[in-house]
C-alpha cells in the first residue's frame, strides 16, 4: 500500500518520524530539517480527514529526562503544521491512550519519547558493570519480553501504521519495524520521505548510469570498510578523502607527520588498493594536503605533498592539485554518492576541499548526473555552502543510507514490506 492509495478519512493514524533535531542549550531548535521532511506527509493525512498520533526519539536517554523531552519541540511542531498538536507525556501512560482514543479529525497528539523505555530499543538498562554473562542474558531476555506489550499498546492507538522514519530505519526498535506486524498489508506504508529515500537509494545501487563515482569521506578506514567493499563491486570510480587519506598514504610509505591514523588498519588499506586494482575499479586519493601546525581554525597552515608532511604537522584538508583531480572525476560521471567531507570543514579555514567537492557535483548534476549526498557531515557541507538545491537528493539518514549501500537489508522497510 502506498500513500497515496490510502485514504485516511476517519482513521487514526500512528505515524513514526524522525524529530531527533538539534537543541540549544536553552532547548531551541537549531535545525528544523526533519521535522520539515515530514510535513507532507503529515498533511496529506489532515487533509485527508484523519488524524495523528506521532511517535520519535530524541537523543539517547538512559530513561525519562527533562533534557531529551519532546515537549521541547511542541510549539515549533504545531507552528510548522498550522495545528494546535497535544502532547502526551508517558508514551505508555494512561493519558497516552486517552487523549488518542478522543483524537478527533484534523488533530495531532505527539507522544513523549519513546527511548525513555528501554523497550524502545530492546536493550536492557541499569545493568551492574560486574553483572555476569547469565544476568545479562536474563535481562536481555526481560525487556525483549516486555517489548511485547510495550509494542502492541503503541499499535492499539491507532487503525494504520506510517513509517516516514528513515534516519532509523535500520534499527529493529518497537516502533520502526516490530509494530508494524500488528497491521496488516493494506494498513501499514512508508511516508513521502520513506519512499523517496528508499527511491533514491535504489537508484544509486540498482538504476546505475555510468561513469558511477562514491565519494567516502570519514576519518576512520575502519568504519567504511565494509560500505568500500560493496562500492567496489559497483563503482567505476572510488575517492577517498578525509582523515582515511593519511592511513591509505602511511600504508604505502609516505609521511604523514601528526596527521590521524589506524596504525592497525595499514594492510587493510594495501589490500583495498590491491582489490580496486583487480576489479578496474579507479581509486582515487589525494596527492597534495592544506597542513596545519596545530588542531585549530587559527594554526599556521601550508599546503604539501601528501606523502611528504613535516614533524609536528598534520593534514587538515585537502590541496588545490588534489581539488583539481577530484573535480574533474566528480564532473565526468553520471551517478554519484557522496557521504564524508575531505577535511575538518567545521574549522573555516578548511572547508575548501568540501566545498571545491560539493561545487562539482552541483556542476555534474547540472549536467545530468544524479547526486545523492548523506551521512552527516556531508549534509551539513551541502547545507553550510548552500548547494544542496543544486545536487539531486540529499538523504536525512546517516547510518540507515550506509547500511542500505552496504547491501544491508533495513528492518524498518523489510517491515512494511512484509
Same mark, same amino acid.
Given at each position: 500500500?502506498?500513500?497515496?492509495?490510502?485514504?485516511?478519512?476517519?482513521?487514526?493514524?500512528?505515524?513514526?518520524?524522525?524529530?531527533?533535531?538539534?537543541?540549544?542549550?536553552?532547548?531551541?531548535?537549531?535545525?528544523?530539517?526533519?521535522?520539515?521532511?515530514?510535513l507532507p506527509t503529515l498533511k496529506k493525512i489532515l487533509t485527508d480527514g484523519g488524524s495523528i498520533i506521532i511517535g520519535s526519539h530524541l537523543g539517547r536517554p538512559k530513561g525519562a529526562t527533562d533534557k531529551f523531552s519532546l515537549?521541547?519541540?511542541?510549539?515549533?511542531?504545531?507552528?510548522?503544521?498550522?495545528?494546535?498538536?497535544?502532547?502526551?507525556?508517558?508514551?505508555?501512560?494512561?493519558?497516552?491512550?486517552?487523549?488518542?482514543?478522543?483524537?478527533?479529525?484534523?488533530?495531532?497528539?505527539?507522544?513523549?519519547?519513546?527511548?525513555?523505555?528501554?523497550?524502545?530499543?530492546?536493550?536492557?538498562?541499569?545493568?551492574?558493570?560486574?553483572?555476569?554473562?547469565?544476568?545479562?542474558?536474563?535481562?536481555?531476555?526481560?525487556?525483549?519480553?516486555?517489548?511485547?506489550?510495550?509494542?502492541?499498546?503503541?499499535?492499539?492507538?491507532?487503525?494504520?501504521?506510517?513509517?516516514?522514519?528513515?534516519?532509523?530505519?535500520?534499527?529493529?526498535?518497537?516502533?520502526?519495524?516490530?509494530?508494524?506486524?500488528?497491521?496488516?498489508?493494506?494498513?501499514?506504508?512508508?511516508?513521502?520521505?520513506?519512499?523517496?529515500?528508499?527511491?533514491?537509494?535504489?537508484?544509486?545501487?540498482?538504476?546505475?548510469?555510468?561513469?558511477?563515482?562514491?565519494?567516502?569521506?570519514?576519518?576512520?578506514?575502519?568504519?567504511?570498510? /565494509?560500505? +568500500?567493499?560493496?562500492?567496489?563491486? !559497483?563503482?567505476?570510480?572510488? $575517492?577517498?578523502?578525509? %582523515?582515511? &587519506?593519511?592511513? =591509505?598514504?602511511?600504508?604505502?610509505?609516505?609521511?604523514?607527520?601528526?596527521?590521524?591514523?589506524?596504525?592497525?588498519?595499514?594492510?587493510?588499506?594495501?589490500?583495498?588498493?590491491?582489490?580496486?586494482?583487480?576489479?578496474?575499479?579507479?581509486?582515487?586519493?589525494?596527492?597534495?594536503?592544506?597542513?596545519?601546525?596545530?588542531?585549530?581554525?587559527?594554526?599556521?597552515?601550508?599546503?604539501?605533498?601528501?606523502?611528504?608532511?613535516?614533524?609536528?604537522?598534520?593534514?587538515?584538508?585537502?590541496?588545490?592539485?588534489? /581539488?583539481? +583531480?577530484?573535480?574533474?572525476?566528480? !564532473?565526468?560521471?553520471?551517478? $554519484?554518492?557522496?557521504? %564524508?567531507? &575531505?577535511?575538518? =570543514?567545521?574549522?573555516?579555514?578548511?572547508?575548501?576541499?568540501?566545498?571545491?567537492?560539493?561545487?562539482?557535483?552541483?556542476?555534474?548534476?547540472?549536467?545530468?548526473?544524479?547526486?545523492?549526498?548523506?551521512?552527516?557531515?556531508?549534509?551539513?557541507?551541502?547545507?553550510?555552502?548552500?548547494?544542496?538545491?543544486?545536487?539531486?537528493?540529499?538523504?536525512?539518514?546517516?547510518?540507515?543510507?550506509?547500511?542500505?549501500?552496504?547491501?544491508?537489508?533495513?528492518?524498518?522497510?523489510?517491515?512494511?514490506?512484509?
Amino acid at each position: 500500500m502506498t500513500i497515496d492509495q490510502f485514504n485516511f478519512a476517519g482513521k487514526k493514524a500512528f505515524v513514526r518520524v524522525d524529530f531527533n533535531v538539534p537543541l540549544d542549550e536553552n532547548f531551541n531548535i537549531t535545525d528544523d530539517t526533519r521535522m520539515r521532511a515530514a510535513l507532507p506527509t503529515l498533511k496529506k493525512i489532515l487533509t485527508d480527514g484523519g488524524s495523528i498520533i506521532i511517535g520519535s526519539h530524541l537523543g539517547r536517554p538512559k530513561g525519562a529526562t527533562d533534557k531529551f523531552s519532546l515537549k521541547h519541540i511542541l510549539k515549533h511542531l504545531s507552528d510548522l503544521l498550522g495545528v494546535e498538536v497535544q502532547f502526551a507525556n508517558d508514551c505508555m501512560g494512561e493519558e497516552a491512550a486517552v487523549k488518542a482514543a478522543a483524537l478527533q479529525p484534523g488533530e495531532v497528539l505527539l507522544l513523549e519519547n519513546l527511548r525513555f523505555y528501554a523497550e524502545e530499543e530492546g536493550k536492557p538498562r541499569g545493568l551492574a558493570e560486574d553483572a555476569t554473562d547469565e544476568e545479562k542474558k536474563a535481562a536481555k531476555a526481560a525487556v525483549k519480553e516486555s517489548q511485547k506489550e510495550f509494542t502492541k499498546k503503541l499499535a492499539s492507538y491507532a487503525d494504520c501504521y506510517v513509517n516516514d522514519a528513515f534516519g532509523t530505519a535500520h534499527r529493529a526498535h518497537a516502533s520502526t519495524a516490530l509494530i508494524a506486524k500488528y497491521f496488516d498489508k493494506d494498513n501499514k506504508m512508508f511516508g513521502y520521505l520513506m519512499e523517496k529515500e528508499v527511491k533514491a537509494v535504489d537508484k544509486v545501487l540498482n538504476d546505475i548510469k555510468r561513469p558511477f563515482t562514491a565519494i567516502m569521506g570519514g576519518s576512520k578506514v575502519s568504519s567504511k570498510i /565494509e560500505i +568500500i567493499e560493496n562500492l567496489l563491486n !559497483k563503482v567505476d570510480n572510488l $575517492i577517498i578523502t578525509g %582523515g582515511m &587519506t593519511y592511513t =591509505f598514504t602511511k600504508a604505502q610509505g609516505g609521511k604523514i607527520g601528526l596527521s590521524i591514523c589506524e596504525d592497525d588498519k595499514l594492510d587493510l588499506a594495501l589490500e583495498l588498493l590491491k582489490k580496486a586494482k583487480e576489479k578496474g575499479v579507479n581509486l582515487v586519493l589525494a596527492v597534495d594536503a592544506k597542513i596545519a601546525d596545530s588542531f585549530s581554525n587559527d594554526a599556521n597552515t601550508q599546503f604539501c605533498k601528501v606523502n611528504e608532511i613535516p614533524d609536528g604537522w598534520e593534514g587538515l584538508d585537502i590541496g588545490p592539485e588534489t /581539488e583539481k +583531480i577530484f573535480a574533474e572525476v566528480i !564532473k565526468n560521471s553520471k551517478t $554519484i554518492l557522496w557521504n %564524508g567531507p &575531505t577535511g575538518v =570543514f567545521e574549522f573555516e579555514n578548511f572547508t575548501h576541499g568540501s566545498r571545491s567537492v560539493g561545487e562539482a557535483i552541483v556542476e555534474a548534476t547540472k549536467n545530468g548526473a544524479f547526486s545523492l549526498v548523506g551521512g552527516g557531515d556531508s549534509v551539513a557541507c551541502v547545507n553550510k555552502f548552500g548547494l544542496a538545491n543544486g545536487v539531486s537528493y540529499v538523504s536525512t539518514g546517516g547510518g540507515a543510507l550506509l547500511e542500505a549501500i552496504e547491501g544491508k537489508v533495513l528492518p524498518g522497510i523489510a517491515a512494511i514490506n512484509e
